[in-house]
C-alpha cells in the first residue's frame, strides 16, 4: 500500500526543513525494494535496517543489525535521525525500551511509553497490568538499595553486550547523543 510509505507534506516539511534529520532508519522488512528514498525527501538518507519487535527482537538472526543500529545511533553525525516502523509500536518500542533502559529511564515511565503504543489507530494492543513490561527481564541481581533503575541499567548493558557484541564504548557514545548535560 503506497500510503504506507509517504508522507503528509506537513510530515516532509516538519522532518526535513525544521527537525532537520539527516537518517532515516526504516526497520520494516517489507520497505526494503519498496522504497529507494526517504519520504522526507531532500537530503536526509535512507537506511533499511530491519529488526523484530517484541521477543522476536532477541532471535540469532537479527543480531547483527541489532548490533548495526547501536552503531548508527552511537555516531553523533548521523543525528537528528528518524527511527520508525510502521506504527511505531512493536519494533520501534523494543529499540525505545532498550534505549530508555540504557539511559536510566523510571520503570514507572518505561510502562507509560510502553502504554502510549495502545493507542494505536492500527490495532489493538494489549496494554500490561501495572510493572508487566520488558523490563522485567533485566531485574535480576539486584542490590541492596540499589534503584531499579541502576539494575536494569547494568543488566541491558551486559545483556546487549554479550548477545550482541555492542561495546560498553558504542552504548556510553549513545548515551552521549541522547543525554543533554
Not at 523510571?106 to 489493538?124: F, G, V
Not at 540499589?146 to 551486559?158: A, F, L, M
Not at 549513545?174 to 543533554?180: A, D, P, S, T
Request: proline share 4%.
Amino acid at each position: 500500500n503506497e500510503r504506507s510509505y509517504s508522507l503528509t507534506p506537513r510530515g516532509k516539511h516538519v522532518l526535513r526543513d525544521l527537525v532537520r534529520i539527516k537518517k532515516d532508519i526504516d526497520i520494516r522488512k517489507d520497505s526494503a525494494g519498496v522504497l529507494n528514498e526517504s519520504p522526507a525527501g531532500g537530503d536526509v538518507e535512507l537506511l533499511h535496517l530491519t529488526l523484530r519487535g517484541y521477543e522476536l527482537f532477541y532471535d540469532t538472526p537479527w543480531e547483527n543489525k541489532t548490533k548495526e543500529l547501536f552503531d548508527l545511533l552511537a555516531d553523533e553525525s548521523n543525528y537528528p535521525v528518524y527511527l520508525h516502523c510502521m506504527v511505531g509500536a512493536d519494533r520501534t518500542g523494543t529499540v525505545m525500551c532498550f534505549l530508555e533502559m540504557l539511559l536510566g529511564v523510571s520503570r514507572k515511565d518505561l510502562i507509560a511509553d510502553y502504554n502510549i503504543t495502545s493507542l494505536s489507530l492500527r490495532d489493538i494492543r494489549l496494554i500490561p497490568p501495572d510493572g508487566e513490561c520488558d523490563q522485567n527481564r533485566f531485574l535480576g541481581g539486584m542490590g541492596d538499595h540499589e534503584p531499579v533503575e541502576e539494575t536494569v541499567k547494568r543488566n541491558c548493558e551486559k545483556f546487549l553486550m554479550d548477545k550482541f557484541g555492542i561495546t560498553m564504548e558504542t552504548i556510553e557514545k549513545v548515551r552521549k547523543n541522547l543525554i543533554e548535560e
